[in-house]
């Protein structure tokens, strides 16, 4: 266990979906006139319980005040640090359509540490373009390049019956973490990490809360 480790307790999932949230808000805040910020008011901005709005902050340790509050910047800082934005990661993207082409052109990434270098596809019209400066390669070129430049992270945006060939593709580059946009379940070597994006299944949750919504009317 590294000290960065020691000094962070377990979080859920949850909670840590919501942590990009704190960081957003703080950062629109006028810095100059909001020095400290408390939980109450973070919880009031975002239409969420103040308690739960303590707990996780509590779990990344930013020493928050009782009765006054937190330090602005040092919680945006420790936000920034717990969520890794704070350090820039590579990624390479597989699938220059639609979607890998709205990927490659979304500059908000970088604001998140991430930063997708390159794009590769097997079509012979797209392969040597360019997409927001961005060249896409030929995916035989995969391998070769992320060994050379030490890319940790990939992203799948091909259709689902290519995803599979691309992922132990994107393993025998030694990419570590695969952020996966295809609608295809991947088998993947137990040191890979996968987060796969399943629009199909948002989309229902969505159609479902609708429902229920409107059902109440």
Not at 107 to 114: A, K, P
Not at 169 to 181: D, H, R, S, T, Y
Request: some cysteine; aromatic content about 6%.
């Amino acid at each position: 266990m590294t000290e960065l480790d020691k000094t962070y307790t377990a979080i859920s999932v949850q909670a840590l979906k919501r942590l990009p949230l704190y960081l957003n808000y703080l950062k629109s805040l006028d810095r100059e006139k909001t020095k400290i910020i408390s939980s109450p008011a973070i919880a009031k901005a975002l239409g969420l319980n103040e308690v739960q709005v303590r707990k996780d902050l509590a779990a990344i340790k930013s020493g928050g005040r009782p009765r006054t509050g937190y330090l602005l910047e040092k919680l945006i800082g420790d936000l920034d640090t717990y969520l890794g934005y704070s350090n820039v990661n590579e990624a390479v993207l597989v699938g220059a359509g639609h979607l890998g082409r709205a990927l490659i052109s979304y500059q908000g990434f970088e604001t998140y540490g991430l930063n997708i270098v390159v794009g590769f596809d097997v079509d012979e019209t797209v392969v040597g373009t360019e997409i927001c400066g961005k060249k896409v390669l030929p995916l035989e070129k995969l391998v070769s390049l992320c060994h050379r430049m030490h890319v940790n992270i990939g992203i799948i945006a091909v259709p689902a019956e290519n995803a599979q060939e691309v992922c132990d593709l994107m393993v025998e580059a030694g990419i570590l973490a695969i952020w996966n946009f295809a609608p295809a379940q991947l088998t993947v070597p137990a040191h890979i990490l996968v987060q796969n994006e399943n629009m199909a299944s948002s989309l229902a949750l969505l159609s479902k809360h609708l429902k229920k919504k409107m059902s109440k009317a």
